[in-house]
């Protein structure tokens, strides 16, 4: 099973401020029971990080 498997459109990239911001670089999100890849997951920088707190 995936993410994809649940049905949910997913908006892609990270929430900052009142909408959504792409990134450049995704990671593999890996179940730790068998290591199989569910999902691919934004990875933000910490700027991304910094412009996210100050809108909150």
């Known amino acids: 099973m995936t993410v ?3 049905g949910g459109a ?3 990239g990270l ?5 959504w911001v ?3 670089q ?3 999100v ?6 199989s890849v569910v999902a691919s997951a934004p990875v ?3 700027d991304l ?3 996210a707190s100050a809108n909150r």
């Open 44 to 46: 933000g920088t910490p």
């Open 30 to 35: 890996v179940f730790p029971y068998d290591g």
């Open 49 to 51: 990080a910094r412009r």
């Open 4 to 6: 994809d498997d649940l």
């Open 15 to 19: 929430p900052v401020g009142d909408g």
């Open 26 to 28: 995704s990671g593999e």
């Open 10 to 12: 997913w908006p892609s």
């Open 22 to 24: 792409e990134t450049e």
